[in-house]
């Protein structure tokens, strides 16, 4: 079973800073088949980038993500208030799909 | 705008049966696996299983499998995980979630590209 590690646990930045959140396969992955979400506090969370590099519809051209192998990188360009959140890198396309533990963003 | 809507917290004791639910506010619930993911509080998130509505076709992680009961009532775009016998070690935040279609091809294992608020289920005596 594939391990996902993410680093760091918690990021402390500001409003315009950049952001680069790291997601680490504890085996290589042979297909980019890792999404990226982002889940603020009593909301739902919400897709941000899928099949390592795509992001999904309507999410601002501030989020990217990038990445082969063991290790993926999701990168905020500038950060927005409404950007500080937990973020989760996902491994999914198989039965043993898993999630990493997140990367708090927080002022 | 399409939602997931999910029914409230539930606060349990051990040994008693619960279900929750999971509304699919748009016509599309037929067309997409549904799944549950849960979160433990202070831990990442687990996939659970999932359900195809249409002919209920259901996908069970291993972690869970025997444990949970996932179904799906076509006529209420309603999906519902179960518990017939709760454990403490069953308190957590369980979200449904909506897998991708990649060009009308729909795969159990894929990336959820819409979730629920969630529902808080405690279990304590």
């Known amino acids: 079973e594939i391990v996902l590690t993410q680093s760091p646990g918690t990021l402390s930045l500001s409003p315009g800073d950049g952001a680069t959140l790291s997601c680490r396969a504890s085996?290589?992955?042979?297909?980019?088949?890792l999404a990226w979400y982002q889940h603020r506090p009593g909301q739902a969370p919400r897709l941000l980038v899928y099949?390592?590099?795509t992001r999904a519809t309507g999410i601002p051209g501030r989020f990217s993500g990038s990445g082969s192998g063991t290790d993926f990188t999701l990168t905020i360009s500038r950060l927005e208030p409404e950007d500080f959140a937990v973020y989760y890198c996902?491994?999914?396309?198989?039965?043993?799909?898993?999630f990493g533990r997140g990367t708090k963003v927080e002022i | 705008e399409v939602q997931l809507v999910q029914s409230g917290a539930e606060v349990k004791k051990p040994g008693e049966s619960l279900r929750i639910s999971c509304q699919d506010s748009?016509?599309?619930?037929?067309?997409?696996?549904i799944a549950w993911v849960r979160q433990v509080p202070g831990k990442g998130l687990e996939w659970m299983g999932s359900?195809?509505?249409?002919?209920?076709?259901?996908k069970y992680s291993p972690s869970f499998q025997g444990h949970i009961t996932i179904s799906a009532d076509k006529s209420t775009n309603t999906a519902h995980l179960q518990w017939s016998s709760l454990k403490a070690s069953d308190t957590a935040m369980y979200y449904c979630?909506?897998?991708?279609?990649?060009?009308?091809?729909?795969?159990?294992?894929?990336?959820?590209?819409?979730w629920g608020r969630g529902t808080l289920v405690t279990v304590s005596s």
């Open positions: 979630a909506r897998a991708a279609c990649l060009r009308s091809v729909c795969r159990p294992y894929w990336y959820f590209d819409l």
């Open positions: 748009g016509d599309s619930f037929t067309s997409h696996w």
């Open positions: 359900i195809w509505p249409r002919d209920s076709d259901t």
């Open positions: 085996q290589s992955v042979t297909s980019d088949l």
């Open positions: 099949g390592a590099s």
């Open positions: 996902h491994l999914y396309g198989t039965s043993s799909q898993t």
